[in-house]
């Protein structure tokens, strides 16, 4: 596969993880619009957000609790959670992943 994120996830790509679950990882954005900006991918390819919700609530609630987890400790307590879908609205790596991003690193 092609996908940058599916070689990140597997290995293939060696990438230092801030968090990771069973079926998720987190990592640093190497382009951060922000003091923070953390990602937080599943293992398994889906290319958005949409597609994810249709498909598996487990894995989506795991995101979900992941990017929580990586906001309470990197950040100062204020923090953005955020999906892309689609090219239009800025999505470039058609893997979904979340940014957790904030002003305030946690001291």
Known sequence: MDCIFCKITSGVIPTNFVAESEHAVAFKD???RQPVH???VPRKHFSDIAELTDSDDNLLLELMK?????AAENTDGSF???FNTGSSAGQTVF???AHVTAKGAKA
């Open 95 to 97: 893997h979904v992943h």
């Open 30 to 32: 190497i382009s951060p």
């Open 80 to 82: 953005r959670l955020s």
């Open 66 to 70: 992941l990017a929580r987890k990586v």
């Open 38 to 40: 953390i990602l937080v």
